[in-house]
């Protein structure tokens, strides 16, 4: 199995930054991918940011300029720096898996994970 867990969140005031901070563990091989989606109450997790193993990167239209997503792939990290944080920024923010390979028992697997979610606010 792999576990993911973030760390990172908390209030800050508009046109702030924040860093979050996701860590996977397991016995992993390889993660194909490493992302950001966010869920604003009321509303759809949407992606914010990715991150290929190669260092492809992809962002939501609403944050380009601002969000910079990286990676430590000996690390199994990936981080997203938050700046010139908007209100309507405001969200639970998610880290996600994608095509996770680890070892169990004598055989490799493949899966997506997420993590627990850490809580972002934007306010004054």
Known sequence: QVQLVESGGGLVQPGGSLR???????????????????????????????????????????????FTISRDNAKNTVYLQMNSLKPEDTA???CKAE????????SYYVGDYWGQGTQVTVSS
Request: aromatic letters at 14%; one cysteine or more.
């Open 20 to 66: 979050l901070s996701c860590a996977a563990s397991g016995s992993i091989f390889s993660i194909n991918a490493m992302a950001w989606y966010r869920q604003a109450p009321g509303k759809q997790r949407e992606l914010v940011a990715a991150i290929t193993s190669g260092g492809s990167t992809n962002y939501a239209d609403s944050v380009k300029g601002r």
């Open 92 to 94: 639970v923010y998610y």
């Open 99 to 106: 095509g996770a390979m680890y070892y169990s028992g004598g």
